[in-house]
Structures are given as C-alpha cells and as structure tokens.
C-alpha cells in the first residue's frame, strides 16, 4: 500500500536558519503530495502541494519539489521564524483522488 | 465561508460508553472524510463519503465504529463500547471533488477523545 516517510524530529533551529524536512513516499500511479502544517492548539493546515513531476508547490516562503525519480517532496525554507515552529506533515494523495497518508509528522522548534 | 467544524472539540468517557461526534463540512463541499490522529503520529484514514454515500471504510474502522452522513451535509461518527484504545483526536475533513477541482482536503479542529 502507498505509505510516507518523514525525518523525525524535534528539529531545533535557531532564528534565519535554514529549514529542509526530508519525505519520501511509495505509491503506485501518479500520486499528488502535500504538506501540511499544524501550529500548536490549532488543526491541520494546507501549506503547500505538487500534483505532477517536477511541480514545486510554494506558500509562505517555504517551496517543495515533487521529484518523481527519487520519489521525494522535500520541504525547504530559507530562513525560519519563531513562527515557523509547529509540526509538519508530509501527506500523498493516491491517483484515484480519494483518501490522504500521511508521514508520522516532523516538530520544528525555532528558537529567537 | 466557515470552515470545516467539530462537535465536541473534547470528549471524557469512561471504557464502555458509546460517543458520537459531530462534523459540519464546508458548505457545497460534497466530500467528506474521517481520520484518526494518535499522539505523535500523522492521521490515518477511516472513511470517507461521496455526499451521503460511504465509499471506503478503512480496516482500521472495527464494528464498533459507525458513519453516517444522512444528507449529505453534516456527519456522525459513534463509537460503541469505547475501549481505552480509543483515546485519539478524531478529525475530519472535506473537499470539493468534480472534474477540474482541486480536491484539496480541508480539515477540521477535530474532537480529542479520552477513555478512561
């Protein structure tokens, strides 16, 4: 079955670091990837998603590549804020467009 | 535009007990879906419906899990006999779903479950 791995955390950065949080996925067909994100005491939240090779899906400064030869989406910011500091889900969606899996999830702490 | 709600956001009940949970979707929204989220993990799939009808229910959804979404609006999920197994947050979320939609699944504040 199609299944997501993430790097587990907690990531500690400190303020204007960089941010990369790996994911790689196995599915059959052409799966959609996304990540979502979720800021403490609040739900689920799209940040940014790729539906075909080669897509970069980019939202709030963060950018993820949707590599179909490494079977990766990568998640990557320049420069973190203590903002920034939640949990990030790494999620595909299968061809037939139905339900979501996700990664077990990667926290980021940005510390000022 | 409201977003997706939940109903109760949190749940105390003791082992044995039957619970239900409410999920209102966003409107016109004709997909919704049902996940389950335990601490530390990313949410996995139970079920989901295409308007009122259910159309994948998740090897994880044993018999004592019950949904229901009677008009295509607003969905229950109950679970009978509670076991402390149960303790999770239980989200749901939906999508629009229709040739040349996004399908983005938008998901609710979900309703933190506590058996005791």
């Known amino acids: 079955g199609d299944s997501v791995t993430q790097m587990e955390g907690p990531v500690t950065l400190s303020e204007e670091a960089f941010l990369t949080i790996n994911c790689t996925y196995t599915?059959?067909?052409?799966?959609?990837l996304f990540w979502y994100v979720q800021y403490p005491g609040e739900g689920l939240q799209l940040l940014l998603k790729?539906?075909?090779?080669?897509d970069k899906g980019s939202n709030k400064g963060f950018e993820a590549t949707y590599r179909k030869e490494t079977t990766s989406f990568h998640l990557e910011k320049g420069s973190v804020q203590v903002s920034d500091s939640a949990v990030y889900f790494c999620?595909?969606?299968?061809?037939?467009?139905?339900?979501?899996?996700f990664g077990g999830g990667t926290r980021v702490l940005v510390k000022p | 535009d409201t977003g997706v709600s939940q109903n109760p956001r949190h749940k105390i009940t003791k082992r044995g007990q039957n619970v239900t949970f409410r999920c209102d979707p966003i409107?016109?929204?004709?997909?919704l879906y049902w996940y389950r989220q335990t601490l530390g993990q990313g949410p996995e799939f139970l079920t989901y419906?295409?308007?009122?009808?259910?159309?994948?229910k998740s090897r994880l959804l044993s018999d004592r899990f019950s949904a229901e979404r009677p008009k295509g609006s607003f969905s229950t999920l109950e679970i009978q006999r509670t076991e402390q197994g149960d303790s999770a947050m239980y989200l749901c979320?939906?999508?629009?779903?229709?040739?040349?939609?996004?399908?983005?699944?938008?998901f609710g504040p979900g309703t933190r479950l506590l058996v005791l």
């Open positions: 979320a939906s999508s629009l779903s229709g040739q040349g939609r996004s399908e983005t699944q938008y």
């Open positions: 599915a059959t067909g052409y799966p959609s």
């Open positions: 790729a539906t075909k090779a080669d």
């Open positions: 999620a595909l969606r299968d061809a037939a467009g139905n339900k979501l899996t």
């Open positions: 409107s016109e929204h004709n997909r």
């Open positions: 419906f295409q308007n009122e009808a259910q159309l994948e």
